[in-house]
């Protein structure tokens, strides 16, 4: 099992930036490729970014690459979102979650941190 609890979420304006962080905790950290997914009221669960175990390759959805940036610390066991630049259309539940290494699924998910984003 691998705990995941997401942090940073909260309101701010067009243009600005946020960063969130997920803190895993349980399983080896670094066993895990790690994602953040959003999702907005009345819409479905959408990818945002990945990143592999070793911090080596990292993937986004059209809507943010270029804006936001995917990191994790295996020392400190946590992944981070940094979010820049961001658009009233980036308002969501954003949840991070792990994927074990060699499987397309990823199988713990977060509570999820609300970020708010007013125009």
């Known amino acids: 099992q691998v705990q995941l609890e997401e942090s940073g979420g909260g309101l701010v304006q067009a243009g600005g930036s946020l960063r969130l962080s997920c803190a895993a905790s349980?399983?080896?950290?670094?066993?895990?490729?790690m994602g953040w997914f959003r999702q907005a009221p009345g819409k479905e669960r959408e990818f945002v970014a990945g990143?592999?175990?070793?911090?080596?390759?990292?993937s986004y959805s059209g809507s943010v690459k270029g804006r936001f940036i995917i990191s994790r610390d295996n020392a400190k066991n946590t992944v981070y979102l940094q979010m820049n630049s961001l658009k009233p259309e980036d308002t969501a539940v954003y949840y991070c979650?792990?994927?074990?290494?060699?499987?397309?699924?990823?199988?713990?998910w977060g509570q999820g941190t609300q970020v708010a984003v007013s125009s």
């Open positions: 979650a792990a994927r074990p290494w060699g499987s397309a699924k990823y199988n713990y």
């Open positions: 990143i592999n175990r070793s911090d080596a390759s990292t």
């Open positions: 349980g399983r080896t950290f670094s066993n895990y490729a």
